[in-house]
């Protein structure tokens, strides 16, 4: 079994979908904003990776706590700078033991986005 996609519904569907854009670097995959019924995006980085699935649904967006999405990059002091520099407001470094370390974004539903 392999892991397709985390959905996330949106009401702030446009500025979802830069955010994961600009600070994660992810692409548009699919998207179905003109399909009609709710307008849907796919997101990921290469094919083979999870999508990020953004619905735009302000009948039920995203408002619980508690969910935490993780991306691994290759430098994650050099993420963390590039976050700072975009406005993106990271969190301070975390390390909770030697080798690990991390930091967290939020997106703008509110989704804890942990780039280790």
Known sequence: MKMAHIT????????????Y??????NIAEDFR???????VFLRG????V?????ENADQPYSGAGLS????????QAAREQAER???????????KPGVMFFFLEDPNGVKIQLT
């Open 51 to 55: 999508s990020v699935e953004l619905i």
């Open 34 to 40: 003109a399909a009609g019924g709710l307008p849907i």
């Open 8 to 19: 996330i519904n949106t009401a702030k569907l446009d500025e979802s979908i830069r955010f």
């Open 69 to 76: 999405i993780g991306f691994h990059v290759d430098d994650v």
């Open 46 to 49: 290469a094919s083979d990776e």
């Open 21 to 26: 854009q600009t600070a994660l670097g992810l």
């Open 86 to 96: 975009d406005g993106f407001h990271p969190s301070p470094m975390i390390s909770p």
